[in-house]
């Protein structure tokens, strides 16, 4: 028998070696785990004499086990894999996911809440669309409803909150843009419909002015997720009346990037890093199709796997400690530069 104290089930999977998804999975139900698998399970809990809250375990039998998955925009490549992880998570742990888009529009994100209410579910994991929510709604949703935040931070709303370190996205992107080259100037859309681009573009200001250059943002028009053609129309004015001030552009996302790249073979512009072109794109996110665009983008990756890791087991923890963590807290991962032929 181990000599050391578990206290609860996150320190159980560490040294069992057995993962948290497994463990809820035979807790809530011994038999739905293969015979294998439980003798593991039940070897451990003798080894090091663990005994999960039987309390809280009981609690959590009386809730169904449906979890809701709410992004703002399923159409978002983005927010289609971070789904789909979130849903594969759910799945490994015993519970049945069911997945929501609110499609940018308050109105359905309120409708989907009312929702969520009435299957009464074991947790929510939401993505809020920020600037279009009603945040006095979501905090009454959340108090209500064991809720774990993600991509889109609403501060003190939520158990917790796990997203990507915006200022890592940028920075990153900014420093090797000005390294290896003029430095960029950054396009956004006037009115973002998610809060991460207004935190991307103070990251850009703050970079170019520590690295001693001028910021140049370059705010075009457009409202709502049709973010390709709100970036081409963009570029195509801006480009079109040749009123770039450098010859590198530092995209807010992928989306308004391959818009302007659209822009950019409209109007014969070459795109690229190697002498024969005339301008150099770079973006942010690592959107599902950067790589296949024509050049391929240069971006910042947002860490799916880990973000979407810790979303679940966070709400996993939340079920299983009765609805409450003990405290709130936020988690954020950095992005990971990846240099492609557009930069």
């Known amino acids: 028998m181990s000599k050391t104290q578990i206290k609860n089930m996150e320190e159980f999977a560490v040294v069992s070696g057995i993962s948290r998804p497994t463990l809820s999975k035979y807790f809530n139900d011994p038999a739905s785990v293969r015979v294998s698998t439980r003798a593991r399970i039940e070897a451990a809990l003798e080894q090091h ?3 999960p809250n039987i309390f809280a375990v009981n609690q959590n039998r009386k809730l169904t ?11 978002d490549p983005f927010f289609a894999e971070i789904a789909r992880n979130l849903e594969e998570r759910c799945i490994q742990a015993g519970y049945r996911p069911t997945l929501y888009s609110s499609h940018g529009e308050q109105k359905l994100e309120l409708e989907i809440m009312d929702s969520l209410r009435g299957l009464r579910p074991a947790g929510v994991l939401f993505a809020p669309l920020g600037r279009a929510s009603d945040r006095s709604e979501i905090e009454k949703f959340c108090k209500a409803v064991p809720t774990v ?14 997203g990507s370190d915006n ?7 900014v420093e090797y843009l000005t390294r290896t080259g003029e430095p960029p ?3 956004e859309m006037k009115t973002p419909a998610n809060p991460n681009a207004n935190k991307r573009r103070i990251a850009y200001i703050q970079m170019m002015e520590r ?8 705010k075009v028009e457009g409202q709502g997720w049709a973010f390709e053609e709100i970036g081409r ?8 009346a040749g009123n770039l001030p450098t010859n590198a552009i530092l995209c807010s996302n992928d989306r308004l990037a391959i818009g302007l790249l659209s822009a950019c073979y409209q109007l014969g512009i070459r795109v690229g890093r190697d002498k024969s072109a005339s301008l150099r794109v770079a973006s942010n996110d690592d959107h599902p199709f950067s790589r296949f665009t024509c050049p391929s983008l240069t971006t910042a990756a947002h860490d799916y796997e880990n973000v979407s890791n810790k979303s679940a087991e966070t709400l996993f923890q939340l079920i299983e400690g009765g609805g409450h963590l003990p405290e709130r807290t936020e988690t954020l991962f950095p992005a990971r530069l990846v240099l492609r032929d557009s930069a």
């Open 49 to 51: 004499d663990y005994r």
């Open 65 to 75: 086990k449906n979890i809701g998955i709410v992004v703002p925009y399923l159409a």
């Open 149 to 162: 935040l993600f991509d889109s931070n609403l501060d003190g709303i939520g158990e917790a909150f796990i």
């Open 167 to 173: 200022f890592s996205f940028v920075s990153q992107t």
């Open 185 to 187: 100037s950054f396009f």
């Open 211 to 218: 690295l001693g250059f001028e910021p140049n943002v370059i």
């Open 233 to 240: 129309q963009g570029a195509l004015k801006l480009l079109g």
